[in-house]
């Protein structure tokens, strides 16, 4: 922690009777004296108020495929203008954007870029969602909600990555502002999240059974499957039933693989036997929709129609191969519905992934 100064007011705090000033945006909730910063390094304290140090300050862009984020139930095929910040208020020993989430300097956060100017990038650069990813947009919440309001006024769709670690109220917030999410389920067991993240598992899983029973928000979830960390069967089985219980079989699941880094450099890559194993399980347990991710699976990245088992959509890593459903999200073959946000044909993005300035937007060639 260190003396700070500028940003921009923040929300979600009060005051101790000790004269700390706790933050309340996450289960953290960071206590600071004078000139502090919180475990995420960007929500900080300015004399009796918390501030923002990174708001209109991003860490680059990029337009990059909606299946990235990964997100497979939503405008599939189109493509996103993705960016992050800085910070983050999970300290993740395998985090895989390390670089970005764990900056304590600004080197990483030059471009300067107000919501207005993101939601005409991308609208001029074709894409039809924003989403905010690299590092966790629940610590830069009142830039994410602006940038969001500027997007939905110029009729661009916007897309959180987070790992839900986030507290009631600026949750109700956060979301209200936002089409679609994916969560990070880093794993299921308190055990898990208190070793590896120096966290806690409930408050995500509050948080998916908010997005679940209480919004409007599509969203998928995404667990890392770390070898040795969180990927035996009995954990892949309790989770899965706790998704079918909780949430239902329609959110879509994805199992990625894990390559070394961070503080975890002594792990070996998943195997793509592990993350098919994984996904076995979780179908089993009932859910619909469980994808394999990071590895070249044409079988584990298809959607297929509950009802009929028909392809409804195919994928090669981030190209659609096959399409047979209607606008409405119902199998061509059968008619049974499809949960998920579509249009009435697959995005042409494919694969690219183009950095984007944001002075100059870039047009879209399809
Ligand atoms: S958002 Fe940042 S400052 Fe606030 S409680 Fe979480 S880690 Fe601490």
């Known amino acids: 922690m260190d003396q700070v100064s500028g940003g921009k007011a923040a929300r979600y705090w009060h005051v101790l009777t000790d004269g700390r000033i706790q933050c309340d945006v996450c289960p953290r909730y960071c206590k600071l004296h004078e000139g502090q910063r919180g475990l995420c390094f960007v929500r900080a304290r300015q004399g009796e108020r918390m501030v923002l140090t990174t708001y209109g300050r991003s860490s680059g862009f990029c337009v990059d495929p909606i299946e990235k984020k990964p997100l497979n139930h939503f405008l599939p095929g189109t493509p996103v203008l993705s960016f992050g910040t800085a910070g983050c208020n999970l300290t993740c020993k395998f985090c895989q954007n390390w670089d970005i989430s764990k900056a304590e300097t600004f080197d990483r956060v030059q471009d300067l870029a107000s919501p207005a100017a993101i939601a005409e990038a991308a609208v001029q650069s074709g894409c039809r969602s924003v989403a905010f990813t690299y590092n966790d947009p629940v610590i830069f919440l009142e830039y994410a909600v602006d940038v969001a309001q500027a997007c939905r006024a110029r009729g661009i769709k916007t897309v959180a990555v987070s790992a839900g670690y986030i507290s009631p109220e600026p949750r109700a ?194």
Request: hydrophobic share 40%; proline share 6%.
């Open 173 to 366: 917030e956060f979301f209200r502002h936002m089409d679609a999410a994916n969560i990070d389920l880093k794993g299921f067991t308190e055990g898990f999240y208190k070793n590896l993240c120096s966290a806690k598992l409930a408050p995500v899983l509050e948080t998916l059974e908010y997005l679940k029973h209480e919004t409007d928000v599509w969203f998928e979830i995404t667990t890392l499957l770390i070898p040795g960390e969180n990927d035996s069967a009995a954990e892949i089985e309790a989770a899965s039933a706790w998704i079918m219980e909780h949430l239902g079989p329609d959110v879509p699941l994805h199992f990625t693989a894990f390559h070394p880094d961070w503080k975890l450099r002594d792990i070996a890559p998943t195997p793509p036997q592990t993350l098919r194993r994984a996904r076995e399980i979780a179908m089993k347990a009932g859910l619909r929709y469980v994808y394999t991710g990071n590895v070249h699976d044409p079988a584990g990245q298809a959607t297929h129609c509950h009802a009929c088992d028909a392809v409804l959509i195919g994928r090669d890593w981030y190209d659609i191969t096959a399409w047979n459903l209607s606008a409405d999200g119902r199998c061509g073959n059968c008619g049974a519905r499809c949960h998920g946000v579509f249009a009435s044909e697959a995005g042409q993005w494919g694969g690219r992934r183009r950095p984007l300035t944001l002075a100059e937007p870039q047009p879209v060639v399809s």
